[in-house]
């Protein structure tokens, strides 16, 4: 069973800190994805890698997938308080067609 | 606003009841996708749809019955639901499914609680 492992869970930071988030498998994807999700939302794709070592940046927020395409990484810098919410990395397994299968996710708050 | 429509967006229903969910994309996507989200969990995949054919069905109970009518509409059936079904129901599209890097578009769902 392929299995993505998000951390941390929660989050609590002051706005103006940094802040990164985790995604780990030991399986291989075709791509990663990041969502953000606000309550009484679906979960609104902010990017895409798809490349071995693949370093994306979307304003303060930075993306890397992993040399090995098992991994990656969403860095926040100086957080503020509208980058609350839910951050959930999605992998794309191949069974004969790609399925999206998601991280347990990172519930961020940053407090003013 | 999202490209994704789904409705409706509140459901109440009891043991007994049929209900259905509707969901609705016009961007040529010719895969769906049905998710379901409990509170403080990432979105779980049930059934997958691809050229309007079933293509991935997790193992999920007969109580849920999917269906695609057509390339930009998809349907959930639901019969004889527990409370534990008591969830949001999440819709999404993409492009395709043989590509790995076709991002998902969700609907902003319908959070179904069942009494």
């Known amino acids: 069973t392929q299995l993505l492992e998000q951390s941390p869970q929660f989050l609590s930071i002051q706005e103006g800190e940094n802040l990164t988030v985790y995604c780990n498998s030991s399986?291989?994807?075709?791509?990663l994805q990041w969502y953000r999700q606000e309550p009484g939302e679906g979960p609104v794709l902010l990017v895409t890698?798809?490349?071995?070592?693949e370093v994306k940046k979307l304003k303060r927020l930075t993306f890397q997938f992993g040399d090995a395409r098992k991994d990656s990484s969403l860095h926040i810098t100086a957080a503020q308080t509208g980058d609350t919410g839910l951050y959930l990395c999605?992998?794309?397994?191949?069974?004969?067609?790609?399925?999206?299968?998601f991280g347990a996710g990172t519930r961020l708050f940053v407090k003013a | 606003d999202t490209e994704v429509t789904q409705t409706p967006k509140h459901l109440v229903m009891g043991m007994t009841n049929k209900k259905s969910l509707k969901c609705e994309q016009h961007?040529?996507?010719?895969?769906m996708y049905w998710y379901k989200q409990k509170a403080k969990k990432p979105p779980e995949l049930m059934f997958v749809?691809?050229?309007?054919?079933?293509?991935i069905n997790e193992s999920v109970p007969s109580r849920f019955s999917p269906e695609c009518p057509n390339s930009s509409l998809l349907n959930l059936h639901l019969h004889a639901l527990q409370p534990e079904d008591s969830a949001l129901y999440l819709c999404?599209?993409?492009?395709?499914?043989?590509?790995?890097?076709?991002?998902?578009?969700f609907g902003n769902g319908t959070r179904l609680t069942v009494t």
């Open positions: 999404a599209s993409s492009q395709g499914r043989s590509r790995g890097n076709s991002p998902l578009h």
């Open positions: 999605a992998g794309a397994i191949n069974t004969g067609g790609f399925k999206t299968i």
């Open positions: 961007m040529g996507h010719r895969a």
């Open positions: 890698v798809v490349t071995g070592g």
């Open positions: 399986s291989v994807f075709s791509s």
């Open positions: 749809y691809s050229y309007e054919k079933l293509s």
